[in-house]
């Protein structure tokens, strides 16, 4: 069974398009998370929500929403595609916050190719 | 600001080497560090949490130090084998309820 799963695994689209990523985990996890890694394989955080609560939210452009719909979903919105969208978007989860040691587990990816 | 860098940027390596891959961080007051591997056009796998009251945590061939004083963390790689090429990244949380903050990874390659 995949811990964190995301949909679509690639995805290609033209500028100005809208499109959504999903992400769902079953590891019962409160956190969960959208990371941006870049054309240089550079990871950095996006959003987070824990509980459905946004909790992070990084200096993103507002095209990008994130939606939780309950704990184990965290989707991810993006309007008005840009060709400096294209990048892999991983989604992330990991236990509740106030405990030590908070392990995270990745999901395999959305490689994103805007055109 | 946190920041994690890890050198070096990429390493070759012959089969059976024993190898250690480094990760620095500006602020010595992290929550958590955790070691990933990335296999080309893959997701991220876990392969070590080290809690900030931590020294080091093994996990069959590899073995990950801490030391949150001198704001670093190695990775050691025992008898490394063509199957261990990837790249590693290093990640910290600062604190609790924050999200990790990635190194720019080291590419490893263990030729046969």
């Known amino acids: 069974d995949t811990a964190v799963s995301q949909t679509p695994k690639y995805l290609v689209t033209q500028m100005g398009n809208d499109k959504s990523i999903k992400c769902e985990q079953n590891?019962?996890?409160?956190?969960m998370y959208w990371y941006k890694q870049d054309s240089k394989k550079f990871l950095k955080i996006m959003f987070s929500y824990n509980n459905k609560e946004l909790i992070i939210n990084e200096t993103v452009p507002n095209r990008f929403s994130p939606k939780s719909p309950d704990k184990a979903h965290l989707n991810l919105h993006i309007n008005s595609l840009e060709l400096g969208d294209s990048a892999v978007y991983f989604c992330?989860?990991?236990?509740?916050?106030?405990?030590?040691?908070?392990?995270?587990?990745f999901g395999q990816g959305t490689r994103l190719t805007v055109v | 600001k946190q920041e994690v860098t890890q050198i070096p940027a990429a390493l070759s390596v012959p089969e059976g080497e024993n190898l250690v891959l480094n990760c620095s961080f500006t602020?010595?007051?992290?929550?958590?560090l955790q070691w990933f591997r990335q296999d080309p056009g893959k997701g991220l796998t876990s392969l070590l949490l080290?809690?900030?009251?931590?020294r080091e945590q093994t996990s069959g061939r590899l073995n990950a130090s801490l030391d949150k004083s001198s704001g670093r963390s190695t990775l050691y790689i025992a008898a490394s084998q063509p199957g261990d090429s990837a790249t590693y990244l290093c990640?910290?949380?600062?604190?609790?309820?924050?999200?990790?903050?990635f190194g720019k990874g080291t590419t490893l390659s263990v030729s046969s």
């Open positions: 992330a989860s990991s236990p509740r916050r106030r405990f030590r040691g908070t392990e995270a587990f």
């Open positions: 602020d010595s007051a992290i929550y958590n």
């Open positions: 080290i809690q900030s009251s931590q």
């Open positions: 590891l019962g996890h409160d956190t």
């Open positions: 990640a910290v949380i600062v604190e609790a309820g924050t999200a990790l903050i």
